[in-house]
């Protein structure tokens, strides 16, 4: 199992920026993603990167304004996230995919992350 610590989150205006980490332990080099959940609705796929870093998705409401990205050698996850807009509001999760297949295994607890209009 690998444990997932996120931090970064906070209050921000529409248009300004944040930047999400989520923070590993043991082996890292697995495909990772970041997932959200606003109140009332299901959690959604934001955000993933290969192991390698050589690789990345996103869903499209959040292209061109957050970037995932990867330090295998701190064991840390980054969503870079700018131009933030109101329906950006969530919890913010981290997961990692160790397994075979699209499903991720382990999460973290998540952090918040408001947009004031």
């Known amino acids: 199992q690998v444990q997932l610590v996120e931090s970064g989150g906070g209050l921000v205006q529409a248009g300004g920026s944040l930047r999400l980490s989520c923070a590993a332990s043991?082996?890292?080099?697995?495909?990772m993603g970041w997932f959200r959940q606003a109140p009332g609705k299901e959690r959604e796929f934001v955000a993933s990167i290969a192991g390698s870093g050589a690789s990345t998705y996103y869903r499209d409401s959040v292209r061109g304004r957050f970037a995932i990205s990867r330090d295998n050698a701190k064991n840390t996850v980054y969503l870079q996230m700018n131009k933030l807009r109101p329906e950006d509001t969530a919890v913010y999760y981290c997961?990692?995919?160790?397994?075979?297949?699209?499903?991720?295994?382990?999460w973290g607890r998540g952090t918040q992350v408001t947009v004031s209009s």
């Open positions: 043991g082996r890292t080099n697995y495909h």
């Open positions: 997961a990692v995919r160790r397994s075979s297949g699209n499903g991720y295994d382990d």
